[in-house]
């Protein structure tokens, strides 16, 4: 049997060698090593064998079938090599030439500065939560001291969704600012909290280019003990101070909110004229930010918050605004347009 398997060896070896395409080598491979191959068949057959014969027998066929399968496969590499060079001799092909390019997306102008807002606070041991948008009209509204009666149900006229209930609270709106996770955080984990909520709000409202139907906002709010307005002057000059890599100035104005008690409007100085007045600032030197306060006792209530042993302050602003004002966008509906020849230059 050993002289069977080295005849076979040879001849395998030379027909693997003369093989002239892929086809005849695969054919010739199926002659051999195949599952009906003549090797296969021969390697069945040890187990027929006298004892002291089946180890050395054995041993020999599986080397020359590792052997064998080699030769094959590095003929197989040399004629594919060679196919495919036959195969690109005819054709006008430059393998120098580069290829097609390729086209990669990038991050949204509002993602990115959402991104640097949340990693600065988040340095500042502030946690980020989440909202949904259609929300109840109890966290939009009453929960935050605005009950349905009150003049400043006026201030945000939002979208009102017809067919659908919360199973707790009722009726059922678009969002028309990032407020409402304020109660929902504090049911959710008590005090102290530390939060920011960036995300996508909603008003009824004509459009112009300022104002958007959708808009991104970014709350913050921070309850502990002790907590007054100069912790948020502080943190909102940090803030400030590090998305802009500039030092700015923040100032406070009485604002009315009816969730906040004292409520504040919150200006910067504008970082174009550096406080002297320009076009953006018009002319008065700051900016307008946003609005802040000292989160209101009836918001703390329908927390679950003891606001006899905490107090805290919250504020909101525009995220689409804050944009606009870093890269000096001139009408906020670009930003969610889709022109991709807008979006391109971010
Ligand atoms: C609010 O939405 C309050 N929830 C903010 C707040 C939070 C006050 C916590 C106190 C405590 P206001 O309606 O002013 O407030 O909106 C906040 C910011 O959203 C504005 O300063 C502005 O930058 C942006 N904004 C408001 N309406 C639009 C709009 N239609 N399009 C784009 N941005 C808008």
Redesign the pocket.
């Known amino acids: 049997m050993e002289k069977q398997i080295n005849e076979l060896k040879d001849a395998c070896l030379s027909a693997v060698k003369q093989a002239k395409n892929v086809h005849e080598l695969q054919e010739i491979e199926v002659k051999y090593l195949g599952r009906k191959g003549e090797l296969t068949i021969i390697l069945r057959g040890v187990k027929d064998l006298p004892d002291d014969q089946k180890p050395v027998i054995g041993k020999l066929g599986n080397i020359v079938k590792t052997e064998l399968e080699n030769a094959v496969a590095n003929q197989k590499t040399k004629l594919q090599a060679k196919e495919l060079e036959e195969s690109l001799k005819d054709e006008d092909f430059d393998i120098t030439a580069p290829g097609p390019e390729i086209r990669v997306g990038h991050i949204h102008p509002l993602s990115q500065t959402q991104y640097e807002v949340e990693k600065i606070f988040n340095s500042m041991g502030f946690m980020i939560m989440d909202g949904p948008e259609a929300e109840s009209e109890y966290y939009n509204f009453e929960g935050?001291n605005i009950p349905s009666w009150h003049p400043a149900r006026d201030?945000?006229d939002t979208f009102f969704i017809k067919n659908k209930r919360d199973k707790k609270h009722g009726k059922m709106v678009l969002r028309?600012?990032?407020?409402p996770v304020?109660v929902r955080t504090m049911e959710k984990y008590g005090a102290p909290l530390r939060i920011i909520v960036p995300g996508q709000?909603f008003?009824n409202?004509a459009?112009d280019a300022?104002?958007?139907?959708a808009?991104?906002?970014i709350?913050?709010?921070m309850i502990d003990k002790d907590i007054s307005l100069s912790h948020l002057k502080g943190v909102l000059k940090e803030f400030l101070t590090r998305l802009f890599g500039k030092e700015v100035v923040v100032r406070f104005r009485p604002?009315y909110?009816p969730?906040?008690e004292p409520?504040?409007e919150v200006d910067f100085s504008c970082l174009i004229c550096e406080g002297k007045g320009c076009r953006v600032c018009k002319k008065t030197g700051w900016v307008?930010?946003?609005?802040?306060?000292m989160?209101h006792e009836n918001v703390l209530k329908a927390g679950g918050i003891d606001s006899k042993k905490w107090q805290g302050?919250?504020?909101?602003?525009?995220l689409?605004?804050?944009v606009m004002m870093r890269h000096g966008i001139d009408d906020?509906r670009h930003l969610r347009s889709g022109d991709l020849r807008f979006i391109n230059q971010f």
């Open positions: 935050l201030m945000q028309t600012h990032t407020s304020q709000v008003r409202e459009t300022s104002h958007d139907a808009f991104d906002q709350e913050g709010f604002g909110f969730f906040v409520g504040l307008e930010f946003m609005g802040a306060g989160i302050w919250a504020f909101g602003f525009g689409t605004r804050l906020i």
